[in-house]
């Protein structure tokens, strides 16, 4: 209604706003050791496989957590998860400079990384959920997209200043920024309050943890627009997952490129991330879901190809910066559409089956895609996965997701309280 609190800007919503701060401190963080961990790898072993390797195993990990990490955030506090969960990343991640100085310690970062990346994932899927309750409906989207655009805008940044630390004092220097950042992030989030579901919405039954992620899976299942999001960003996420990796090998490798280059490429490119947080809600409105999605992606697939003919240091950064900036429109469309078609107490465990099941692929593909680059070189790993996400584009005009408003109320399947 006008006038009333859901009619009000966000940027005067309190509760939203110190959300917005924490997140930002905590992806600045996340920054550093996007950077930062695979560099480890690469200075103790030089092998892009074992970069690939240790991906691969986190993002197992990832998955695995996924499937209970929903049914933890349906079931508990979703802001008192989050605090926890930066708590035990805090704590993980500092290990990393301290072991760091006894000489490289490659092994820990596969005993620590992988339970992070669990913890990670539980994070995520309250994060996404909060976001229901921080803000109206009608605002969900532009919430997300400004989440995402000011993360980017922070992540633009951190890379560079990542590059330059680990340049200047060694990579775990700057993992030891990221787990102080997850200090800051729970700190703002004990100043968050979050709204209570729905009133009108049934409470669930608490059953078995796999029987309640079912539940989200069978939702996912049955919604005809989510059901063909996951099958088609499964196949998206094998082609990309190990992607970064990639990249940071051939700066590395291939261009010559030091860490303070790695930083500044892979800073410089998430501009572009930046770029689509701030066009996807006008995109959408304008020219709707589908052609919104499809488009995304299609230009995902040329940009990834272009990577592999690229020879210079500037070129892949405008090309990885396209790559970024589809990769944001498509990922806040099909996250806002989730979160806007989804009873509140199934969000968490459709959230939770959704990441599981199309992140189920991304381990074996980012061990595949750095093993394949190693062996045949990255201009041919690149043009065989762009042309694979050319595919997933074409798949998505021969599913509903090709319809201009596919988040209609009355797609919405119904399941019964006692399902759940």
Not at 168 to 180: C, L, S, T, Y
Not at 209 to 233: C, D, H, I, K, Y
């Amino acid at each position: 209604m006008s006038g009333g609190p859901d009619s009000a800007p966000l940027r005067r919503d309190r509760s939203f706003v110190t959300y917005w701060i924490a997140q930002t401190v905590s992806v600045a963080g996340d920054s550093f050791a996007y950077i930062a961990v695979p560099l480890l790898v690469l200075h103790a072993t030089g092998s892009v496989a074992r970069m690939g390797l240790l991906t691969a195993v986190a993002g197992a990990a990832s998955v695995g957590a996924g499937v209970f990490g929903g049914v933890l955030v349906d079931r508990f506090d979703r802001r008192r998860l989050m605090i926890v969960a930066d708590l035990v990343r805090l704590v993980l991640y500092a290990l990393i400079p301290l072991a760091w100085l006894a000489g490289p310690q490659v092994w820990l970062l596969f005993v620590v990384l992988p339970v992070c990346e669990a913890v990670g994932m539980v994070f995520q899927v309250a994060s996404v959920t909060a976001v229901r309750n921080l803000v109206h409906k009608d605002h969900i989207t532009e919430a997300n997209g400004r989440l995402h655009a000011t993360w980017a805008a922070t992540a633009v940044v951190g890379p560079v200043l990542a590059g330059l630390v680990s340049a200047r004092f060694g990579p775990a220097a700057a993992v030891g920024i990221n787990a102080a950042s997850f200090a800051l992030s729970a700190a703002g989030l004990w100043l968050v309050r979050l709204r209570s579901p729905d009133t009108d919405e049934a409470a669930p039954r608490r059953e078995k943890a796999l029987v309640e992620f079912l539940a989200g899976a069978r939702f996912l299942w049955r919604q005809p627009v989510l059901r063909s999001l996951t099958v088609l960003l499964s196949v998206f996420v094998f082609l990309t997952f190990g992607l970064t990796d990639v990249l940071i090998y051939h700066v590395r490798h291939d261009l010559g490129g030091s860490d303070r280059t790695v930083g500044t490429v892979l800073g410089l490119a998430t501009l572009g991330t930046v770029a689509g947080a701030l066009l996807v809600a006008p995109l959408r409105r304008r020219r709707g879901f589908g052609v919104t999605w499809i488009g995304a992606h299609a230009v995902c697939g040329v940009a990834i190809a272009g990577l592999g003919l690229t020879g210079s240091v500037p070129a892949v950064t405008v090309v990885a910066a396209g790559y970024l900036c589809c990769v944001s429109i498509g990922g806040i469309c099909s996250m806002s559409l989730r979160q806007e078609i989804t009873p509140d107490h199934l969000l968490g465990r459709v959230t939770s089956a959704f990441w599981s099941t199309h992140f189920s692929l991304g381990p074996a593909g980012a061990a595949a895609l750095t093993w394949a680059a190693g062996r045949y070189g990255v201009s041919t790993v690149c043009l065989v996965a762009g042309a694979g996400c050319l595919l997933v584009a074409v798949g998505g005009l021969c599913t509903p997701i090709r319809r201009a408003a596919p988040a209609a109320v009355d797609d919405e399947p119904t399941l019964q309280p006692a399902t759940t």
